[in-house]
């Protein structure tokens, strides 16, 4: 893995503005940037990236097994009590899942390290399954890449593929994101372009339009019954909003599924922990209560004072189990904050610890390598990179490809 300096495309602007892809530059910084890229080789996607995406899926979803069946656990991770069942249900029924993003540290030289889960409302779909591989066609024909180089990215055909073996022909789906938010467009517009290549029909609604008919089932903007709908707004929020009490009697399919709601949530990181300790894709992590009871009320040789002594000896990272974009996230170095991201109203939410891994620093850049699940398989990446060590919401993408 290495970050090369290339030419960027002279007109890639212009192809941005006609493609739709508004967000190319936020908040006056760039967002995609192109004047450089990460090179991986085969190896290093097929064995430490593609592989143990695929495995750690099947993991985590042999912990939304064991999670929908634990009231302890479904406490911890904050399901409203009053939504356990339907949470249950979902899984219990099979309702099927689309897509997830794991965010791994890496590079190049050992195993990738899970940092989180992103199994509900993963954002950054359409730069990672369609503009990244507009580059990296562009850049063979400039001749800036070399004949037989590649791009680990079958996300679009791997989402055709998921919604053809998921619906009949001709089926209606429904999409909604937040009115006003360029990137979260992006996300569900990629979806909706998939369904329809799958022969689906694809409705876009801003999630402020949505409507309860008479009989309580939702309503799209122009009033008609929603069968399928993908939301892109978090289950934690969801299962909160008045809409959920209307969840068990819409007769509606959700995508994400309602048990992606223990999934999509950085409790899941204890949980992992708990069920596969010493997995080499996994970090230490723990729910920070019971770092604080180990460390006040065991006996000091104990294996929990053990545990989180050694995580917190060795530095940690302190995340709430629900939050966006690094917010209140704080690192710990000897004892010490060494970086925190601002609250961003999570504060208030229980938290979880997890043992630090420093993100690899490429030219004054840290990049996070998002990995994308679409059924049960990994698909492609996508990376992002910060200057800070908690990557934020003015992170950069970079595009990628394969050379060995």
């Not at 985590?60 to 406490?75: F, G, Y």
């Not at 055909?157 to 467009?185: C, I, K, Q």
């Not at 995508?255 to 300790?277: I, Q």
């Not at 995340?319 to 208030?348: C, H, M, Q, T, W």
């Amino acid at each position: 893995m290495e970050k090369l300096t290339l030419s960027e495309r002279p007109n890639w602007r212009e192809k941005a503005e006609e493609l739709g892809f508004t967000f190319a530059d936020m908040h006056g910084e760039p967002y995609w940037d192109e004047t450089s890229a990460y090179r991986f080789t085969l190896r290093e996607i097929e064995e430490d990236i593609e592989d143990p995406a695929t495995e750690l899926h099947g993991m985590c979803r042999e912990a939304a097994a064991a999670i929908v069946q634990s009231e302890e656990l479904l406490t911890r991770l904050g399901i409203p009590q009053e939504h356990w069942d339907l949470v249950a249900a979902s899984w219990q029924r099979g309702d099927p899942e689309i897509y997830g993003r794991f965010d791994f540290a890496y590079d190049g030289q050992g195993p990738a390290k899970l940092l989180e889960y992103n199994a509900d409302t993963p954002t950054s779909l359409y730069e990672s399954a369609s503009f990244q591989w507009l580059w990296l066609e562009d850049q063979l024909e400039a001749g800036v890449l070399r004949e037989g180089d590649d791009q680990f990215n079958g996300i679009h055909e791997a989402l055709v593929a998921r919604f053809r073996a998921l619906f009949e022909p001709g089926t209606d789906l429904h999409f909604a994101a937040a009115a006003g938010n360029p990137e979260d467009y992006g996300t569900v517009e990629a979806m909706g372009w998939a369904a329809r290549e799958a022969d689906l029909g694809a409705h876009y609604s801003d999630l402020e339009q949505l409507a309860i008919s008479t009989d309580g089932q939702f309503l799209d903007s122009e009033d008609r019954v929603i069968g399928t709908l993908f939301k892109l707004y978090p289950w934690e929020d969801l299962l909160r909003d008045d809409y959920a009490r209307h969840l068990g009697t819409a007769r509606c399919l959700m995508l994400e599924p309602a048990w992606k709601a223990v999934l999509s949530n950085k409790g899941l990181l204890p949980v992992l922990w708990r069920m596969f300790e010493g997995h080499p894709n996994l970090l230490p992590a723990f729910f920070e209560d019971e770092v604080a009871e180990a460390l006040a009320g065991r006996e000091a040789g104990s294996d929990a004072f053990q545990r989180a002594a050694d995580v917190l000896a060795r530095g940690y990272v302190s995340k709430p189990i629900f939050s966006r974009e690094g917010a209140s996230v704080r690192i710990f170095e000897n004892g010490k904050l060494l970086e925190s991201a601002p609250d961003a109203g999570y504060e208030e939410h229980p938290r979880v610890v997890q043992a630090y891994q420093p993100l690899p620093v490429f030219e004054g850049f840290r990049p996070v390598v998002g990995a994308w699940v679409i059924g049960e398989s990994c698909a492609g990446i996508g990376l992002r990179e910060d200057r800070a060590r908690i990557t934020q919401d003015l992170s950069r993408f970079k595009p990628h490809f394969i050379r060995d």
